[in-house]
């Protein structure tokens, strides 16, 4: 930038002694001098701001810089101890599951009675919504109202395939589960 600046210094200086070496023969020839050097102190004005602004900028974006790497250095260490953290929680977390293995059967035992009970409820839903909406074909002349109750029976239909779908994996979980247990049933009698 000071380059630019001294540039700029050195084509006014010339500017000027080509205008003083020249005869002034009207006072439009001295009205375009002035033009001229106006223009330069203007061209000179203009660049001096910009040299400040730009140096302001750079000095802002160095301190931006420096402050994001200390940030950044601060995020390394946290993740490290989040890392050992987590390491101590998977951990703590395999000794939980083999002491509450039983526990854990129980409540998916648990929650396959469950899902079976609303496997039945929504089996009897859908029934008795296939029942309405063949009552309701005989009675409505609009596509709309079957459609609508169509679109439910299908929904009805949907839920009831999702629950069967869940009822057969919380099985495969108890019988993964009872495995399990004879397993470390036998190594506890072997220990013993």
Known sequence: MKTMWGLCLLCLAGSLRAARAAPVRKSGRMEDVNVLMFGAIQLSESLNYVYETTEAKIALISQTVRRHEGTLHKLGRET?????????????????????????????????????????????????????????????????????????????????????????????????????????????????
């Not at 129980?106 to 009675?113: E, N, S, V």
Request: zero cysteines; charged letters at 35%.
């Open 80 to 192: 490290e101890q989040a890392a050992e953290v987590e390491k101590q929680i998977e951990e703590v977390m395999h000794l939980l599951q083999m002491l509450f293995s039983q526990a854990q059967m129980a409540k998916q035992q648990a929650q396959t009675k469950t899902a079976e009970d609303r496997l039945g409820r929504v089996e009897q839903e859908e029934a008795e919504l296939k029942s309405k909406v063949k009552e309701l074909e005989l009675h409505l002349n609009t596509s709309v109202s079957i459609k609508e109750l169509q679109g439910r029976a299908e929904e009805q239909s949907n839920i009831l395939k999702d629950l069967q779908y869940f009822t057969d994996f919380q099985k495969e979980n108890i019988e993964t589960q009872n495995e399990k247990l004879s397993e470390l049933e036998k190594m506890s009698d072997a220990m013993t």
